[in-house]
């Protein structure tokens, strides 16, 4: 970018929920003046154009300011968005930071001190299944959701195989489990599962319906997914809030046993082009990585949703 003559003015504020970013400039032949917006979205150019701003201060000039300092957010508001984020996208959404969200480990709020416990079945507390319809593997997480915070039991891995296996497999693991009577059970997954494919009559998501059908006395059963999946980025920042969001809560516990679904957390990283940028999607070049903390991020999408523009939130309709 040239640079122009006469003076900057550059300053972050909140306005409808997006940061944003203006600064004025006369132009070197009319001395007029030009207005830059921009959202704060890693290192980019806008990055740079701030960046040069503070270190010209003689003909520019650079304010920064938070979403409280704005004061068309409660504190409130504020309050809850920090439960509901992790760390660094909170910085970036409320405290107009540029932090880098798409590089590196995709799961960077995972700690094995602070998310791994042993967790036992807990009788009284509602039950999750969640699925991911790959075929190879074809897999799936099991859990409780006690007091706010979501147990993951169990994990299922299954090569080669297919939806009616998945059910069988899901009722095997939770046989010697003590269940109760009418066992409140949550079944999460992969939206996409409601398409047929050319090479079947049933989708997904009907297999398992039909098969669940058979033990209606045995559990009361909630189907929780939405019509579309979320955006890979807004569930990975789901799951990195439940594992430990901007106030320092950790609401996802994990047993030791899971031993796949703990390596997606400390492997998966984001993809990136040939230049080396990194793109808004996960790296899958090892067919083993990323199905079983895409069903567990099905689950978590659902019940700790991302707050949206504006302070609202999608909620889940069961």
């Known amino acids: 970018m040239m640079k122009c003559s006469g003076q900057q003015l550059h300053s972050v504020e909140w306005n409808s929920a997006l ?67 992790d760390e660094r996208t909170y910085r970036q959404e409320f405290e107009a930071s540029f932090e880098h969200l798409g590089n590196g480990r995709a799961y960077f709020a995972f700690e094995r001190d602070q998310n791994l416990a042993p967790i036992k079945f807990r009788p009284g507390h509602p039950m999750f299944w969640s699925l991911d319809f790959n075929v190879n593997p074809m897999c799936a997480v099991i859990g409780q959701v006690v007091s706010g915070t979501v147990h ?7 090569a080669n195989s297919n939806t009616f296996a998945a059910c069988e497999a899901f009722l ?38 039909d098969g669940m059908a058979r033990h209606e006395g045995r559990f009361r059963i909630s189907y929780r997914y939405y019509n579309h999946n979320p955006l890979i980025k807004d569930r990975v920042n789901c799951l990195n809030a439940a594992l430990r969001n901007h106030v320092g809560e950790r609401r996802l516990l994990i047993d030791p046993g899971c ?50 523009a504006g302070g609202f939130r999608r909620e889940y309709i069961a």
């Open 152 to 158: 993951v039991l169990e994990e299922i891995v299954l």
């Open 19 to 85: 940061y944003r970013s203006t600064g004025v400039t006369r132009s070197a032949d009319r001395k007029g003046r030009a207005l830059f917006i921009g959202t704060p979205k890693g290192y980019n150019h806008f990055y740079e154009l701030y960046d040069y701003a503070r270190q010209n201060e003689e003909d520019w000039a650079a304010f920064h300011f938070s979403t409280l300092e704005g004061g068309n957010v409660s504190a409130d508001e504020l309050k809850a968005a920090a439960r509901e984020m």
């Open 172 to 209: 095997d693991r939770i046989n010697s489990w003590p269940l109760y009577s009418g066992q409140e059970l949550w079944i999460y997954g992969d939206a996409s599962g409601e398409h047929r494919h050319s090479a079947a009559s049933r989708t997904d998501w009907q297999i398992v319906k």
């Open 259 to 308: 031993r796949e679904l703990i390596r997606d957390f400390e492997e998966i990283g984001w993809s990136e082009d040939k230049h080396g940028n990194s793109l808004p999607e996960l790296d899958k070049s090892d067919p083993k990585r990323t199905h079983l903390s895409d069903a567990l991020g099905y689950m978590i999408s659902c019940i700790f949703p991302m707050r949206e």
